[in-house]
């Protein structure tokens, strides 16, 4: 079975200054897509950035980057100088190439941003 | 360009009540989902459908019915509405295909359901 795991609840950090948060995900397929979606509390789902399991290079997206690590299955997002307007959950997301198209979401990590 | 459209936003039904979730897109995409986020916890998959006419199941679809006349409509029916179904749900769409895997969805505003 794939599985998407995110083993962080909650997290804090001080405006301005960096978090990374963990994603981690099982799966047997090779050619596969990873994103993470942001959900403040309006409740929206917003994608924040997306991975392709073949590209080596790390994907980033002004002050949102990755670190995929295929091998260890890993797909961690860091934030560099969070703002308020960061305080969201922030869900971990895969989905395989194989044709399946049902995409399969972390539990999620609430990030509070403090000032 | 409104995207995916759900309504109604807010809704309290009475056990045993039965009810329609609407869901539009206007984007043209053949893919649609329905997922329920529980309190704290992240999208469990209801249903799904890849184009007019054809539905699939998806994590947890006991209690629901789904249909696709349309391409832009996804509404999700609840038949007898239990307090296991108090949720919040959203509605979603992607542009998918054997060559676009890698699209990302959009979503709906969801709906907070009360089941008392």
């Known amino acids: 079975a794939q599985t998407v795991t995110q083993s962080q609840p909650e997290m804090s950090v001080q405006e301005a200054e960096t978090v990374t948060l963990s994603c981690t995900y099982d799966?047997?397929?090779?050619?596969?897509?990873l994103f993470w979606y942001k959900q403040p509390p309006s409740r929206q789902m917003i994608l924040v950035i997306r991975?392709?399991?073949?590209?080596?290079q790390n994907a980033t997206e002004n002050r949102f980057s990755v670190n995929f690590q295929k091998a260890a299955k890993s797909f961690s997002l860091k934030i560099s100088d969070s703002q308020l307007g960061d305080t969201a959950m922030y869900f971990c997301?895969?989905?395989?190439?194989?044709?399946?198209?049902?995409?399969?979401f972390g539990t999620g990590t609430r990030l509070k941003v403090l000032a | 360009n409104a995207g995916v459209t759900q309504t109604p936003k807010f809704r309290i039904l009475k056990i045993g009540q039965s009810m329609t979730l609407q869901c539009t897109q206007d984007?043209?995409?053949?893919?649609m989902y329905w997922y329920r986020q529980d309190p704290g916890m992240g999208l469990k998959l209801i249903y799904y459908?890849?184009?007019?006419?054809?539905?699939d199941k998806g994590e947890v679809p006991n209690g629901y019915n789904v249909s696709r006349s349309t391409t832009e409509d996804f509404p999700l029916r609840l038949e007898l509405a239990a307090p296991s179904q108090t949720s919040v749900y959203f509605c979603?769409?992607?542009?998918?295909?054997?060559?676009?895997?890698?699209?990302?969805?959009?979503f709906g505003d969801g709906t907070r359901l009360s089941i008392l």
């Open positions: 984007m043209n995409h053949n893919y």
């Open positions: 979603a769409s992607s542009r998918q295909g054997a060559e676009d895997s890698n699209q990302p969805q959009h």
């Open positions: 991975q392709e399991a073949y590209k080596q």
């Open positions: 997301a895969f989905i395989p190439d194989s044709g399946t198209y049902k995409y399969i």
């Open positions: 459908s890849v184009g007019a006419g054809i539905t």
């Open positions: 799966t047997s397929e090779n050619n596969y897509y």
